[in-house]
């Protein structure tokens, strides 16, 4: 079982930034494929941004084109931490943002319990 803590959303005007952080529980954390998704108010849940472990220390990051050269996925094995920095944020990137893991397999299979982001225009 792993667990994942969300941390770093808030209120936020547009132009700005914030960096969410997702703290993930268990000894192999540098082998689990890491997302970052959001849900709008009315709108599916959606795939943000992902860093994917593709074998050995090589990972491999995906983001939605929406978020492309705004928002940086990273993590930092050592903290088993995984980090979406947002910046150029805009009213539209409102939404409750989950971290989400998939451990040997390619679904994703454990939720945070999301965090609020909200940027005021």
């Known amino acids: 079982q792993v667990q994942l803590v969300e941390s770093g959303g808030g209120l936020v005007q547009a132009g700005g930034s914030l960096r969410l952080s997702c703290a993930a529980s268990?000894?192999?954390?540098?082998?689990?494929?890491m997302g970052w998704f959001r849900q709008a108010p009315g709108k599916e849940r959606e795939l943000v941004s992902h860093?994917?472990?593709?074998?050995?220390?090589?990972?491999?990051?995906y983001y939605v084109d929406s978020v492309k050269g705004r928002f940086t996925i990273s993590r930092d094995n050592a903290k088993n931490t995984v980090y979406l920095q947002m910046n150029s944020l805009k009213p539209e990137d409102t939404a409750v943002y989950y971290c989400a893991a998939a451990v040997g397999a390619t679904t994703y299979d454990y939720w945070g319990q999301g965090t609020q982001v909200t940027v005021s225009s």
């Open positions: 860093i994917r472990w593709t074998g050995g220390r090589t990972y491999y990051a």
């Open positions: 268990g000894r192999t954390f540098s082998t689990y494929h």
